[in-house]
Each structure stands twice: as structure tokens, then as C-alpha cells.
């Protein structure tokens, strides 16, 4: 009976197994993992067997030595241990004025900073900043403006004013310039003043390239004057040679000339720069006659007039037919070692022959050529050639 039970289990035991490889069988399934760990362990060769064998020339190699320090390093840590525990921020600002290399003032800047009771202000964040936009770190100093503009420190006027010229020196940061002044105008103890200004200004009349864009600025402009009058800032010639000029560049001349007749009230003196501004901007509305007066009351000051006043008087009046007047200025540009182009000689002249006064025109080209040293060959013939064109047709 037992013997009976037991054969399909001992003929089960006969048949071959399904793995054909010996390493294959150990890798049975129904095997526990810990077995299958064990016999690969027990098959596979010695450690020892698997490793180089080494090379007793190995052990003899030297030991690389220590990296020594660079000038640069040696410098920093130098002025690390000339700050005694407990600096202030004008211990700190003596530091960075001492450096000639922006780097290393830069990282004497950040390791203090991480100090523990010690906190940059207005002085040290100040000439960081001055020394990095000497230096031409301009992308450093722009991360430090971000950080002031933030926050980092309490503000100062000076600080303010740094911020908004190295804003108003980029183009790409011509709005956050305003944006800072905004800030400025807002606080309490730093208020804008005559160097804001003159900085604001200047930034907005270097965008007056043409009419059309002249006009989207002149509004800013109006504001900022408005703005300085009524915080009580005193300008000053330049600011307001500057208000003249966008307003004549604009055609707006008879706010220009309402500015100029103000110049007194400020103590300030016109210069050759507002009348030229006044003039240029009569003669381009066609009010030439307004434009010659000042003109005239310039040179009686014995102010000289820019090259592009005269030249725009010169044209306006032979526009005009007025030539006596227009010749009689451009002598006198001659005599003051300024040449006009080709195109106002050739407005002169050309004017004089459609006039029907050719002669006039030819004897005033030789009297131009022997003026004017700087007239070559090739222009001489070219007013020539014109002269004769004119007085062909």
C-alpha cells in the first residue's frame, strides 16, 4: 500500500529538469532568496582573485603637496585680519577704499556682510557701488542697485543720486530711473535735489531724436519742472538751458522764451547755448524774424553762436530772399573758424541765382573760396556746376 503512494512521487524525481545548466538549477524559483545569495557566493572566486595585482611602486608615490595661496588670496586675507572683531560700517568703508582691485573689494564687501551683528549702510553700499562702475563691473554693480533699490540698507541722498545715474546711463534701465526717483520724492529725509534733476533731464532730452517722440517726452518734462519748483530746488543755467531746449525742439518757442525771461528771477545768466536753443527753434516755426533778434542780441553780448545756429539762419533768411542779411552771417561764422556744409552754401547761392542775380552769386563764391580755408577742390565744383544749372534753367 505505502509502496503503491509512493512511486509517482519517486518517478517524478526521475525526469530531467527543465534548467540544462547546473548554474541555471541553483537559480530555481522555488529555492528562498537567501539560498540563491548563498550558493552564488559559494560558486564565485575569491575576492582576492579579482583584484590587479599591485605594483610595489605604488606605495613610493609622493604626496601631492598643498595649493599655495594666489597674491589676490593672500591680499584678502590680509585685510580680514586688519578687521578687528566688532568693525563698523566705516571701518568697512575704509577697506574698500583702500583697494585698487574690484574684485577683491567685492569679496571683502560679502564677507562682511555675513558677519553676524554687522550690517552694510548707506556709505559702504555707496562706494561698492562707485568702485565696481569705475572698474567697468557694470553687471556687479546693477545685482548691488537691485539691492539697494530693495531695501538692503537705509538711504542717503548721495546713494539716490548714484542709483539714478547709473540707471539713467542705460538705456534698458531708463525706466527704473524714474522709478527711483519716485521713491526718493516719496521719503522724507532725501529728497530730490538740483543733481536728481539735472540727471532726469538730461536722460529724457537724449530721446529727442525726432518730433514725433519729442512730444511723448515733453510731457515728462512739464512734470519734472512743475516737480522742482514746487520741492523748492533753485535751478540752476544748465537745467534750464536744458528745459529750453526740449521745449524748442518741440516747437513750443513760446514756452521757451517764457523760460528764458525766468532766468533772471533764478540769478541765472544766459549763455550762448539759450539763444542758440531760442533761435534754431523761431527759425524752424518760420518765425525768422524773432530768431534774428536773438541772434543779434547773442553776438552783442559777444556770445558765439553753434555752427548749427548759423547755419539755420543762414538758410531760414535766403528762404526767405533775404541774402544781404543771410550773406552777412555767414561771414561771420567765417570769421569765428566755422565753415557751413554743402547744402546751406548751395541754398545761398543757388537762392541768389533764381533770383536772377547770377553775377552776385559767382563773385560771392570766389569771396567764399578765399574765406573759407577748409572749402576744397571737389566742393568749389560742385557749387559751380550748380550755379551754372541754375542759371541754365
Known sequence: MLSKFLRPILS????????????????????????????????????????????????????????????????????????KPGFSPSDVNEALQAQSDPDLALDLFRWTAQQRGYKHNHLTYLTIIKILIYRRRCHLAETLVEEVIAGACEMSVPLYNSVIRFCCARKCRFNRAFDVYKKMWKSDDCKPTLETYAMLFNSLLRRFNKLSVSYVYLHSVRSLTKQMKSSGVIPDTFVLNMI??????????????????????????????????????????????????????????????????????????????????????????????????????????????????????????????????????????????????????
Open 12 to 83: 517524478s524525481c526521475r525526469r530531467p529538469h527543465l534548467f540544462s545548466s547546473p548554474f541555471q538549477s541553483l537559480l530555481n524559483p522555488i529555492l528562498p532568496s537567501h539560498l540563491h545569495h548563498r550558493f552564488l557566493c559559494s560558486l564565485s572566486p575569491p575576492s582576492s582573485a579579482l583584484l590587479p595585482p599591485q605594483n610595489s611602486d605604488n606605495l613610493n608615490l609622493p604626496i601631492p603637496k598643498v595649493r599655495t595661496q594666489t597674491p589676490l588670496e593672500k591680499q584678502f586675507e590680509s585685510w580680514v585680519q586688519k578687521l
Open 244 to 393: 529750453i531746449k526740449a521745449y524748442s525742439k518741440c516747437l513750443e518757442v513760446d514756452e521757451a522764451i517764457r523760460v528764458f525771461r525766468e532766468m533772471g528771477l533764478y540769478a541765472c545768466q544766459p549763455n550762448s547755448y539759450t539763444y542758440g536753443y531760442i533761435a534754431k527753434g523761431l527759425c524752424e516755426k518760420g518765425r525768422v524774424e524773432q530768431g534774428l533778434e536773438f541772434y543779434k542780441e547773442m553776438r552783442v553780448r559777444g556770445l558765439i553762436p553753434s555752427s548749427s545756429t548759423y547755419m539755420i539762419l543762414i538758410c531760414s533768411l535766403a528762404m526767405e530772399r533775404r541774402f544781404e542779411e543771410a550773406i552777412e552771417i555767414c561771414f561771420d561764422m567765417l570769421c569765428n573758424s566755422m565753415a557751413p556744409d554743402l547744402l546751406t552754401y548751395r541754398t545761398l547761392l543757388e537762392g541768389l541765382c533764381r533770383e536772377g542775380r547770377d553775377s552776385e552769386a559767382f563773385d560771392l563764391l570766389d569771396e567764399l573760396r578765399k574765406r573759407d580755408k577748409l572749402m576744397n577742390e571737389k566742393t568749389f565744383k560742385t557749387l559751380l556746376n550748380g550755379l551754372h544749372t541754375v542759371g541754365r534753367d
